[in-house]
């Protein structure tokens, strides 16, 4: 049965792009999520498996990461335009199709940035024996910090590749659990407790999300007496830096990918000491 091909597109999604505009006095972020297909006179890579105008997708990647070094990204429609018109000129493309999202933060401090996302508060209530035991928290709260992050002096052996730095982007969707004591009933502090959690989180000078974990641990139990023990898990939301040099440019902690998996799984309780 003869058969043919009607239609065909191709192109690379979800291409995860940070950049950190890196001002003297404060930070600027933008993040965004692209998409990048085109159409033209690719119909033999499909039917004769011949890819002399297949611009590879992996091409595509690397693209928009070496523009976005040399663009100010002020506008995500600019860039957008910039990289449709990049690839419309390459050779058989008929359509470029480029879709971006933008994904906002608001700022923290200088150097450090909130999400939207999806924050949510928590609750959970035990009664047995007359008792009433109630935990609280939040969970879904997504900060970034561009600055007074590090991590180095760790372990190494032949399997590590991980290069020490003093500079990197840290950023996290944190889960926050407390207990009240008991007879506690001015909860409304938990504000007081989530300002302490992102206070510290934007201006702790961190050695590792560890060191930063505890840190904001027990800024939470001296915002409110309350609190018996909190529970922290954070994970490590990496963003590694884009491999610049082939296409000639230096990246000096500006585009940054965002990745989702695999991360690194960071928790801890700190408890109120009894004296």
């Known amino acids: 049965m003869p058969a043919a091909l009607t239609w ?115 609750t959970a209530i035990a009664r047995t024996k007359g008792r009433t035991s109630i935990a609280a928290g939040l969970r879904g709260l997504v900060a970034l910090k561009t600055a007074d992050s590090a991590f180095s002096g760790f372990p190494r052996d032949r399997y590590t590749t991980l290069p020490e730095t003093r500079d990197r982007i840290l950023a996290t969707s944190m889960t926050a659990t407390w207990n009240y004591a008991d007879g506690f009933g001015d909860f409304g502090q938990r504000e007081d407790v989530r300002a302490a959690l992102l206070n510290t989180f934007a201006t702790h000078k961190s050695e590792s999300v560890q060191h930063t974990l505890y840190a904001m641990g027990e800024a939470a139990l001296h915002a409110c007496d309350g609190i018996v023990d909190i529970h922290l898990t954070m994970p490590n939301r990496h963003h590694l830096l884009v491999e610049l040099a082939p296409f000639g440019a230096d990246n000096q902690n500006e585009i940054f990918v965002a990745t989702e998996q695999p991360y690194g799984l960071i928790e801890g309780r700190i408890s109120r000491r009894q004296t």
């Open 8 to 122: 065909n597109r191709y192109g690379k999604s979800s291409i995860r792009l940070v950049k950190v505009r890196r001002g003297t006095t404060q930070h600027e972020i933008v993040d965004l999520t692209i998409d990048v297909a085109l159409e033209g006179a690719f119909e033999k890579v499909y039917t004769d498996a011949d890819n002399s105008a297949c611009l590879a997708t992996d091409t595509m990647k690397n693209t928009v990461y070496a523009l976005a070094k040399d663009d100010p990204l002020d506008h995500a429609e600019a860039f957008a335009s910039r990289l449709a018109e990049y690839f419309s000129q390459k050779p058989g493309v008929t359509l470029v199709t480029i879709g971006s999202a933008e994904h906002p933060w608001s700022r923290l401090g200088a150097h450090a940035f909130i999400s939207a996302g999806r924050e949510e508060w928590t």
